[in-house]
């Protein structure tokens, strides 16, 4: 899972933007944010750097639960 949509709504991008920036189809673009789809490390990484913020802005952690 990733925090795409949330940071481009965090920075005033939209995903049409980032699509053209990117190269990438809007399609795509629009896939990642909906998590139906993950980019790979590599483009995760033009991400976090066009949008200026660390790749761990763009990942959502799991939670593990302890188990017994």
Known sequence: MNRI????VEKGVSQTELAE???KSFSTVNA???NRQQP???LLFQIADYLKVSIKD???ENESKDIE
């Open 5 to 8: 949509k949330v940071v481009l």
């Open 21 to 23: 920036d990117l190269g």
């Open 32 to 34: 990642y944010c909906s």
């Open 40 to 42: 790979s490390l590599e």
């Open 58 to 60: 763009l990942i959502v």
